[in-house]
Nanobody
């Protein structure tokens, strides 16, 4: 089993920045992909960014050029640096771990972008 704990959410003004962290524990081994998803009120959960064990990244079109995903395999932690935040980025952000056919979710952290 894998446990995921997110942190770093909060309230920021448009144009501001936040860095989210996700610490993984448990059966952390092998090749696995981690990522960040978000869910806004009344919307479905959507993928924001992903990163593989080898460091390959992918981003939703809406965040390209503003968000950066990274991982520290020694600390078993994945990060999401969010710059130039917009009101439409407001959502609960969830960490995701996937290895083979197994997947796990964190409990989420709230990000609110408002003036």
């Amino acid at each position: 089993q894998v446990q995921l704990v997110e942190s770093g959410g909060g309230l920021v003004q448009p144009g501001g920045s936040l860095r989210l962290s996700c610490a993984a524990s448990g059966s952390i081994f092998g090749f696995y992909t981690m990522g960040w998803y978000r869910q806004a009120p009344g919307k479905q959960r959507e993928s924001v960014a992903t990163i593989t064990s080898s460091g390959s990244t992918g981003y939703a079109d809406s965040v390209k050029g503003r968000f950066t995903i990274s991982r520290d395999n020694v600390k078993n932690t994945v990060y999401l640096q969010m710059n130039n935040l917009k009101p439409e980025d407001t959502a609960v952000y969830y960490c995701r771990f996937r290895r083979g056919t197994s997947g796990y979710w964190g409990q989420g952290t709230q990000v609110t972008v408002s003036s």
